[in-house]
């Protein structure tokens, strides 16, 4: 990651950095891009927005 810039992913409920070259930390954050209501499923286990 570049210093001083963050890129956290687009979804809207997951707390982590978009891996380089994408907007979205994983393949399932993309996939539910369109509806923002779904809690964040990535298998990050740092994320803040992680279903429960």
Do not use: F
Request: net charge positive; charged share 25%; aromatic share 6%.
């Amino acid at each position: 990651m570049a210093r001083g810039r963050s890129n956290k992913c687009k979804h809207l409920w997951c707390s982590c950095l978009a891996t380089e070259g994408s907007n979205y930390y994983s393949p399932q954050c993309e996939a539910v891009k369109d509806a923002p209501d779904i809690d964040c499923r990535c298998t990050h286990a740092g994320c803040k927005g992680r279903a429960h």
